[in-house]
């Protein structure tokens, strides 16, 4: 254990280089998060971050709350990215106005960083170069040796956390058509509905049903209940704000939406609710203002929303969630 605590803390070194190595290339964008990432030993299609950080940390490093996290090829870059074993640097797809990531396989593992979005993007040849610097081969060695060394106890090893720990839930909501709308109308006359479906619709229920938002993302809204895990009423009192949150999007939606502008009469929403287990980050910001949360129920979300139905108005529990309510609330 201890030549690995040594290990662990070379990467550490090695990784807050590069990333500041990888943050030169890229220029002004400012590095909000990144992950060496090593592969799980119990799931052939999922990963957990070895090292971590963000840009509010003196350093990237080891911490206990590691989590596995789920590479669906579906809608996600970084999947791609590890099955090709090539460095690439583009949009995220999650938040492609925000963030752009960069990714650069590491021997077995990869390196994922996240900046802020700018323009023009920074060249994937570039990013290409971190390669060749000077602690990228001394990084490769120590993570392989790591992970080999492990072999199928890594998850173990490391505390890699699962199942979860759920401490909230999160409710999720996205406008069906307003890319259709943008084109039919105007993207300024369709914004204006959708900036104040943000800050004044959201904001408003939010506080009503006292759930945090966490981000707006264009025509919709990432929001939370939180609850102590070890105490039932706290539990209880915030599947009730969530599920009423939930509830009372769609129900006044319509009604919002067509007093801004006629040009949504015919707009559906999209709202999903699953709990997990969330962690909180303050990239260099005030530490009391939340920027964001990571957690593997914002990846089961995303996917989720891609098999949604855009016809209707609609609420879907996530299976975490219904298994604990007992039922399934679709309408």
Not at 113 to 138: G, M, R, V
């Amino acid at each position: 254990m201890e030549n690995t605590s040594t290990h662990l803390r070379y990467l550490e070194h090695a990784v807050t280089s590069l990333v500041g190595e990888c943050q030169e290339q890229v220029g002004d964008a400012r590095c909000v998060a990144g992950a060496l990432y090593a592969p799980s030993s119990k799931k052939d299609d999922s990963v957990f971050a070895l090292i971590q950080g963000t840009d509010g940390d003196k350093a990237f490093q080891r911490t206990d709350r590691v989590w596995r996290r789920r590479l669906s090829p579906q809608n996600s870059i970084a999947a791609e990215a590890w099955a090709d074993r090539r460095t690439s640097i583009e949009p995220s797809r999650m938040f492609p106005d925000d963030h752009i990531c960069a990714h650069i396989p590491v021997g077995q593992g990869m390196l994922q960083i996240a900046f802020e979005q700018q323009a023009p993007h920074p060249k994937q040849t570039d990013i290409a170069k971190l390669i060749t610097s000077n602690a990228f081969a001394p990084l490769e060695r120590i993570l392989d040796d790591v992970i080999t060394r492990s072999a199928d106890n890594i998850d173990t090893e490391f505390n890699v956390r699962a199942p979860y720990t759920p401490n909230g839930i999160v409710v999720y909501c996205d406008i069906s058509g307003f890319k259709e709308i943008s084109r039919r109308f105007g993207y300024a006359r369709a914004q204006s509905t959708a900036t104040a479906f943000c800050h004044e619709f959201l904001s408003g229920l939010s506080a009503k049903h006292d759930a945090k938002i966490i981000r707006f993302a264009g025509d919709g809204g990432w929001m939370a209940t939180y609850f102590d895990p070890n105490d039932p009423a706290s539990k209880q009192k915030a599947t009730h704000n969530a599920m009423a949150l939930a509830q009372d999007i769609k129900t006044s939606f319509s009604s919002f939406v067509r007093g801004q502008d006629h040009a949504f009469s015919d707009a559906k929403i999209r709202v999903i609710a699953e709990e997990g287990e969330l962690f909180e980050y303050n990239p260099g910001r005030r530490s009391s203002e939340i920027i964001d949360i990571s957690g593997p129920v914002f990846t089961y979300i995303t996917e989720k929303d891609q098999t949604t139905p855009r016809n209707r108005d609609v609420i879907t529990i996530g299976d975490e969630l219904k298994q604990r309510l007992q039922n399934t609330l679709e309408i």
